[in-house]
């Protein structure tokens, strides 16, 4: 017998005797739903971070006063309200029968620490209390919140999705300073946080709260009854997209939330899979300029700029399948309550010679126009190399400058010019939910080098839109302003919006019930 | 003995060396943790609390001094990310690595050596260029590419292991072996060529000595001649990558850990550089570089024991 079938011989003998070895409990099916998600989850605390996965990771273990159902309408959650006839005072009165994780109950006192540990961050919440006279727990179960003048958004931002959710925790911890990271995950929400078993960039698991109480109401994005059907839920950690795939048929995994485009027709012919964007609200691709420095601070080079951009290009790079994104030029998310194309026109064609007459007439005297490219995150890759190509054709001098994505995290910063560390432009993601309306949408911050995002512009007509927005008492008054509010902000150039695209979630067909939301949601859902 | 004590008392100013490296070649990288931490709507304020709740604003001699005096207090600090002590966060990511290279090592030694024995005896044969033929193939081509059809066959086409995970063996011998099974065989497959060239080369310089010679006219078997004789004199390069296998394989089995979706320190390490989580890329440097220090310790201490030439004074 030759040594090569000797081995060969071996190899086989290996693997069957590998087979006959039992399964081993932790493999042993029960009613845990195994998800991969967009990205790890590493910081804990969602008044930490804006990372996504920290919000839907406090969307399993705290719940929230109030929620917002899929019609935009905010609705009671833990809480019903009233509003007094001047509209100045809101009574928040708590459901009967909430716990803490710990069995201790909810009282008012919890609550009213947790507003103000999320309101010292959130930017919503820091103008609540801006315009806050008295904030206090009346009695055990019910909230006063008197303002100094009425304001037309305090449900909207209790009850948002976005980033920074004002999650309840008990006063213990809510009372911890809102820059340090909280070590107790007691909340009161519909799964608890199994703390011995996280392992950053491996796992998260939660368990099912038997002492959870759901409202009545059917199900709807975050507002509704959050009725739990699994014991457990995992969230694993697999870095590599084809082993996500590969375990996804195999059934070693129930879910992966965000499929990469490219590997969607490896599950599509797979009939036990279905692949569905459960995100009404997608996310857009977002281009951003430095306004602090040449060439962008001059508002006919943005101009030629947008001219030059186009949002097809942008999204067949990333996405490839029209399918699965749409062009979009909606500054609050197209398929949102504020959603309109107002000033987005050259967006969805190209206008080349248009962008090259109006670069010639800017007075553009060739200053090399610095964009930020990272190349290790598949989702923002793409971008700058599409912008730079479509910017040379109309006639800009671009450096296109490689870099990982915590570089460009680092480097967009930095208000220095180009030279000396700098840069020109940028381009990221946003959450549609992170852009419905003025006081979320960070891009539209106007108070220049202090307080307005990367790109710092300083306008102050944005911040009166986003004042007259906070104002606003109507549902017509607010869309009014966020036209209006869009109209400008495209003839500024104060952003670019690159089109809108939906993230595909794969599942296993045992799982049913799997709900569309702007956030993954695992209530609801059951396995068979 | 003296020989040990200098080698042992040599690991210090080496392991300084590896405390100045970490920190300070760490600290010209570009990155913000705090900005990492506190993600995309981070206003500069907040950025600024997030730096000084975490220590990043002291000055960064400040900052080396406490994390001399936490290493010294045996305690390499907290994760600036999860907040997590770092020994605890290497302590679990530890198993899956050395098991892995433990299992490898294993599996490409008594692989490759017989393999590379059988070349060395059988020079210049069909069978010779065959296993040469063969360890440059398995030498070239991309562990990950190895990985993927592993998969492709073992897990999906014939469902008969796991795609990827990892079970402790405390949870039972059969799930923790199914799940070691490919990423063992997908790295063992360049190491088996690789100890196996090395085995060959070894043994045929040795194979034409004088003393093989007299052994083989003492009326020797051809097996004792080989394996009794011939090996052990041949067993320094072989040892030398051997050890070096080890050490590369535990700092550096990160596509494997990938494929397989093993939660070892390769990837580990990964994600701390992309998070610029400092204390514990530093954690894992000074650990893995404190292996390989042992380890070569090792091998120079083994070159003794097998080869009877060898006298260290």
Request: proline fraction near 6%; charge should be positive; glycine fraction near 6%.
């Amino acid at each position: 017998m030759t040594v090569l079938v000797r081995l060969r011989l071996a190899l086989a003998l290996s693997l069957l005797s590998l087979c006959s070895l039992p399964l081993g409990p932790a493999l042993a099916g029960g009613k845990t739903i195994r998800a991969v998600m967009h990205s790890p989850l590493r910081v804990t605390d969602p008044i930490l971070t804006t990372a996504y996965i920290t919000r839907n990771h406090g969307y399993m273990i705290y719940d929230t006063l109030l929620g917002t159902d899929e019609t935009f309408q905010v609705r009671p959650q833990m809480a019903d309200w009233t509003l007094s006839a001047d509209k100045l005072t809101y009574t928040f009165t708590l459901r009967h029968n909430l716990k803490w994780h710990d069995g201790q109950p909810v009282t008012a006192a919890d609550c009213v620490a947790s507003i103000r540990r999320w309101a010292a961050k959130d930017g919503t919440g820091q103008l609540i209390l801006d315009n806050t006279a008295k904030l206090e727990a009346a009695d055990a179960r019910t909230i006063t919140l008197t303002l100094k003048k009425p304001l037309g958004f305090v449900l909207e931002a209790l009850g948002k999705i976005s980033s920074y959710p004002p999650f309840m925790m008990p006063k213990r911890v809510a009372e911890t300073s809102p820059n340090q990271a909280i070590t107790n995950f007691i909340g009161s929400g519909p799964f608890k946080f199994v703390v011995k078993e996280f392992q950053p960039g491996v796992k998260a698991v939660y368990e099912k709260n038997k002492d959870y109480v759901p409202r009545a109401e059917k199900v709807s994005w975050t507002a509704g009854g959050k009725r739990v059907d699994v014991d457990r839920v995992e969230w694993i950690v697999m870095p590599d997209p084809q082993t996500q795939i590969a375990a996804l048929l195999s059934g070693e995994i129930d879910m992966i939330e965000d499929t990469p485009f490219d590997l969607i027709p490896l599950l599509a012919r797979n009939r036990n899979i279905q692949i569905r964007g459960t995100d009404p609200l997608g996310s857009q691709i977002v281009g951003r300029m430095n306004f602090l420095h040449p060439p962008f601070d001059k508002v006919e080079i943005r101009r030629a700029a947008m001219l030059a951009l186009n949002q097809k290009d942008f999204l067949d790079a990333l996405v490839g399948n029209p399918k699965y994104y749409q062009l979009c030029g909606a500054m609050f998310a197209c398929n949102s309550a504020l959603a309109t194309d107002i000033g987005a026109k050259s967006l969805f064609s190209k206008n080349m010679d248009a962008a090259r007459k109006a670069l010639k007439a800017s007075g553009y005297d060739g200053t090399p126009v610095v964009i930020l490219h990272p190349t290790d995150v598949g989702v923002l890759k793409t971008h700058p190399v599409v912008a730079a190509q479509l910017l040379r054709q109309a006639g800009f001098k671009v450096d296109l400058q490689a870099m990982d994505w915590q570089t460009v995290v680092s480097r967009r910063a930095s208000q220095k010019p180009p030279a000396e560390g700098g840069w020109n432009m940028f381009f990221t993601l946003w959450a549609g939910s992170d852009l419905v309306n003025p006081l979320v949408n960070q891009n539209l911050i106007g108070r220049g080098k202090d307080g307005a995002w990367f790109g710092w512009p300083d306008d102050r007509k944005l911040e009166d839109f986003r004042q007259a927005y906070a104002l606003a008492m109507t549902p017509e008054e607010r869309k009014k302003i966020a036209n209006d509010m869009q109209a400008y902000a495209y003839d500024q150039v104060i952003y670019i919006p690159l089109g809108q695209f939906s993230r595909q979630s794969a599942w296993r067909k045992n799982l049913s019930a799997v709900v569309d939301s702007p956030i993954p949601i695992f209530w609801n859902m059951s396995k068979k | 003995m003296s020989y040990l004590i200098r080698r042992l008392l040599a690991v210090f100013p080496v392991m300084l060396f590896v405390v100045l490296f970490a920190f300070f070649l760490l600290r010209l990288a570009p990155g913000d943790t705090a900005a990492i931490i506190a993600g995309d709507s981070a206003t500069p304020e907040q950025l600024a609390k997030i730096r000084q709740a975490l220590g990043l604003d002291r000055s960064i001699v400040s900052q080396f001094f406490v994390w001399v005096s936490q290493i010294a207090a045996g305690d390499l600090g907290v994760s600036l990310v999860s907040g997590l002590p770092v020994t605890r966060i290497i302590a679990e990511r530890m198993g899956p690595t050395l098991w892995l290279t433990l299992l490898t090592m294993l599996v490409s030694t008594c692989a490759a050596i017989p393999i590379g024995v059988i070349a060395a005896r059988k020079c210049g044969r069909l069978s010779d260029r065959a296993i040469m033929l063969a360890s440059v193939v398995a030498f070239s081509v991309p562990v990950f590419v190895v990985g993927y059809v592993l998969m492709l066959v073992f897990a999906i086409e014939l469902p008969w292991l796991p795609v990827q995970g990892y079970r402790s063996p405390v949870d039972g011998l059969g799930p923790f072996l199914r799940h070691m099974f490919l990423p063992v065989v997908t790295l063992s497959i360049p190491l088996v060529a690789l100890i196996a060239r090395i085995t060959r080369a070894s043994m045929l310089d040795v194979l034409g000595q004088d003393y093989i010679r007299t052994a083989r006219a003492k009326g020797l078997s051809e097996q004792a001649v080989l394996y009794h004789h011939a090996l052990p004199l041949a067993a320094a390069p072989i040892l030398t990558i051997i050890g070096n296998g080890f050490a590369l394989l535990i700092g550096g089995a990160i596509v494997t850990e990938s494929v397989f979706n093993l939660p070892g320190l390769g990837r580990l390490t990964v994600d701390a550089v992309l998070a610029r989580d400092y204390p514990v890329i530093q954690g894992v440097i000074l650990l893995t570089s404190a292996l390989y220090v042992m380890l070569n310790l090792a091998v120079d201490l083994a070159y003794a024991a097998l080869d009877p030439r060898v006298r260290y004074t």
